[in-house]
């Protein structure tokens, strides 16, 4: 008898087409630094982030791995356009278990948009959740496709700065994941104005 698992989100048995065991299921995180970086500086912080104001992606990726009690295939996508990397931050994203994505274009695209665009059409047939850490439009269509039956598809993100359309599709199951709040990706409070649920609010934090 050829063996099974158990997917969490379904419940439902799985086996690979040839009988052996299927691999785990898996979650995407698929991380748009250009934008998290540009939406902390002109949007929170109306200034460029100081070394100790920027996001720990180590913590993203270990939130994104107890999120769904499952693996995590990390993509950390630069924009290489220049024919140079920022070495030392690949490093730093290596030994954090990242797989950085250094692409460049060949015209006027906006190659990081593109690239991730086709990841995330890539990853449609396939076995796994998905979390994509941006707070861009350009990605909805892709994102539509995605949610829906039992795949888990969520979006970190500023919650107050996300594209207001993504808002449409919570109802067919589009999680979304506070960069701040529900993570903890930062080692220092942010200067952010922003709707806090009650149950959330602490006013030692305002005294």
């Not at 030392?88 to 006027?108: S, T, W």
Request: aromatic share 8%; proline share 10%; net charge negative.
């Amino acid at each position: 008898m050829s063996e099974t698992r158990t997917t969490p989100a379904t419940g439902t048995q799985v086996t690979a087409p040839d009988g052996s065991p299927a691999p785990p299921r898996r979650t995407y995180l698929l991380v748009d630094g250009e934008n998290i970086d540009a939406t902390l500086g002109m949007s929170v912080l109306n200034r460029r982030p100081a070394p100790e104001e920027r996001p720990r992606w180590d913590r993203i990726a270990d939130f994104a791995t107890r999120l769904w009690g499952q693996p995590v295939t990390p993509l950390f996508f630069l924009n290489a356009t220049s024919g140079q990397m920022p070495m030392p931050f690949v490093q730093a994203l290596l030994a954090m278990g990242y797989r950085p994505i250094p692409v460049a274009a060949e015209g006027n695209e906006k190659v990081v948009d593109v690239a991730i665009q086709r990841t995330l059409a890539a990853i449609e047939p396939l076995d796994g959740d998905v979390l994509l850490a941006s707070h861009d439009g350009d990605f909805l269509p892709q994102i539509d496709s995605l949610v829906g039956g039992d795949r888990r598809v969520g979006v970190v993100c500023f919650r107050e700065f996300v594209n207001s359309r993504f808002a449409e599709l919570a109802n067919r199951g589009l999680e979304f994941f506070d960069l701040e709040s529900d993570i903890g990706a930062f080692q220092v409070p942010l200067p952010r104005v922003r709707i806090i649920p009650i149950g959330e609010f602490d006013p030692t934090l305002y005294l």
